[in-house]
């Protein structure tokens, strides 16, 4: 999920929101507003009748429990999110209320649930053995999962990187691309039987950016250098476990963060800002992952990075592209580009949600398209598209119109592309449940159903029937 980081006047935010690294505002580009939104009918969009319908969540942002079963710390664990400085404990409370999870699925009607394996519940300290207690949680969940006719997507790391992990140096270490490969293959012997769809890492853009180099997310690293070893370390981890597990009816790929990064202005400063950007959060992955190399303008700084082989293993092993869609970036030229937070901008006057990310349907466009026209036209599943909007809590049922008018938005853009050649396998929405929200806490409600975080109780919204009944019409 790509928004922006800081806030419009260039500081970094004292709650960064979990998809500001791509806030901006696209001028004069309106979706349908709550008064109008009405149900899709069948006859209007039409979409492929294997096209992956689902929904998407991560266990940090939903389990709670941290302390459960011998689960080890992450670094995420200790950050203190949204107005009431809250951390990840309970969240939805899903590691205990999981059933109900499940049953919620069922009525929702998805063919696909993605969901993330928590790294630090199996393997919890250094050279510790495996914590069966943890494995066996997410083998009775896929389990669940199946029985009620959805298809399992394994995520298998979302940012919830193991605290010991990171003190033998995270990804700025080649050798942390081995620690992965040992924790994904015990997941994929345990559960490989059951599940075909596998995604090695949650956005390693955003993590390389937001973690080791603006160094505003854990672990908080500002350094030019981590920054190039985490963006080639998570390649090779992704390259090396797709090419592992390529076989015949599994699909394999990464999930990254898009957005557009456009110039705040005309200026030539601002375009060439923006372009430095794009560089270094978007084409440093794409190139080595579809393309076989790095950007021109990147290949000196990856040089001492790359070992024989390198590329070609990274080049075309992912069966599929996953993006997670939230806006764009508008970016002007600052002194120290493309780490400064004073480049990011603002233009007033756009629909924003409640996470103050501007409602940009069309740059969900412009990103297939690229990928259309300029990379071949891979296999692309959008992984995760969503919105937070305040809600009335009090009435009998929930009544979220503002996401309902922002999904319905997004889909008519997907479906208009689709006709038009991209190659669009899936779309699933953020999230099935209000959760943490990273550094928002939970300040944000990104849910088609509310949480009570106090209770653990969960009630359908209004865009929960809503899109069960899109859902339902497209399979009709």
Known sequence: ??????????????????????????????????????????????????????????????????????????????????????????????????????????????????????????????????????????????????SVGVEPWVCLHHWDLPEWVQQQGGWIRRDTVERFLEYARTVVRRLGDRVRHWIPLNEPNIVAYAGYGAGVWPPKLMNEEFFFDAVHHQNLAIGRLCRELRQPGWQVGPVLAFGPIRPASGDARDVAAAELQRLVLEDAFLGPILLGHYPEALKIRMAPLLADGDLGTIHRAADFIGINYYGPMYRRAWPGAPFSNDGNVKLEGSPVTDGKIVIDPEGLGDILRLLRDHYDNPPVVITENGAAFDENVQDAQIQDQNRIAYLRAHLQVANRELSTGSNLRGYFVWTLLDDWEWTSGYDLKYGLVHVNFETGDRRPKSSFDWYSSIIRSARD
């Open 1 to 146: 999920m790509l928004s922006s980081l800081f806030s419009a006047d260039g500081t970094v935010s004292p709650s960064m929101r979990r998809r500001e690294l791509m806030k901006s505002a696209a001028a004069g580009l309106l979706v349908t507003t709550a008064s109008d939104a009405a149900p899709i009918l069948s006859t209007e969009l039409k979409f492929p009748t294997d096209f992956a319908w689902g929904v998407s969540t991560s266990a940090l942002q939903i389990e709670g429990s941290l302390a459960a079963d011998g689960r080890g710390p992450s670094i995420w664990d200790n950050v203190n999110g949204g107005v009431s400085r809250s951390p990840p404990e309970p969240a939805a409370s899903h590691y205990r209320l999981w059933h109900e999870d499940i049953r919620l699925l069922q009525m929702l009607g998805v063919s696909a649930y993605r969901y993330s394996i928590a790294w630090p519940r199996l393997f919890p300290k250094a050279s510790a053995p495996l914590n069966e207690a943890g494995l066996a949680f997410y083998d009775r969940l896929t389990d669940a999962v199946l």
